[in-house]
């Protein structure tokens, strides 16, 4: 009993340390997202008004031309700070909620791959633990990457679902799969999913092999335990 008792204790600070981490690391983010935002945001969007000004002068075409040019540049810049800086700290996550955050995800993942991507969900707008949140979401993020960068697919399928106290995640994809006890990282890497469903209580299982792609079903607790908690 004694070493059962230590071995528990031992568990739960590990799923502590884990969650603080996890929270340092958004926490993170979301500075460093602000920062951009604040920072270099409002000088490029001055940047551009001046250059906007500069292109109702009389000047000649060779100059007019590199106006418009450094104008295409930074109008580019504009739209990767905001591209970073939404995915440091998903703006739609934060403020509509977890289907509505992985929605746009696909959305905008599909629109950039040839692969086509569905995404089901009987959610609408109920919020939950923002750690659960926030975890399902990165790891959507990181299954929905991974597949379109080393998978080969044509098409992923995602479905998002309550039942009780219970959120199911199901995810497919029809790429080449792979030896799943073969894999070490790729990305964020599947142990680090797994340590990341380990935290909320949640189950991670995933299969694969070689020619018939892979399946992930993630199940957590809308209830999870916070850190404070353990």
Not at 97 to 115: C, T, Y
Not at 148 to 173: F, M, P, R, V
């Amino acid at each position: 009993k004694y070493i059962a008792r230590l071995n528990r204790q031992r568990q739960l600070l590990n799923k502590r340390i884990l969650t603080a981490v996890l929270r340092t690391e958004e926490k993170s983010r979301s500075r460093f997202a602000k920062d951009l935002h604040d920072g270099l945001g409002p000088l490029l969007s001055s940047a551009r008004m001046s250059l906007s000004a500069l292109q109702r002068e009389s000047l000649p075409a060779d100059q007019q031309e590199i106006i418009g040019n450094t104008t295409y540049v930074i109008d580019e810049a504009i739209r990767s700070l905001r591209e970073i800086s939404n995915n440091l700290s998903p703006h739609v996550l934060n403020d509509f909620g977890l289907a509505r955050g992985i929605q746009n995800f696909v959305g905008k993942s599909s629109a950039m791959h040839d692969v086509k991507i569905r995404f089901t969900t009987n959610l609408r707008s109920e919020r939950y633990d923002t750690d659960v949140e926030v975890i399902l979401y990165r790891v959507v993020c990181e299954l929905v990457n991974n597949s379109l960068k080393h998978s080969g697919c044509t098409e992923i399928n995602l479905s998002l679902s309550k039942s009780g106290d219970t959120l199911a995640l199901d995810y497919t994809d029809n790429g080449r799969g792979f030896n799943p006890a073969a894999v070490t990282d790729c990305g964020m890497g599947l142990s680090n999913i797994a340590s990341r469903i380990n935290s909320l209580n949640g189950r991670f299982d995933i299969t694969s092999a070689k020619g018939v792609g892979m399946q992930a079903k993630i199940r957590v607790s809308t209830q999870a335990e916070s850190a404070e908690k353990l």
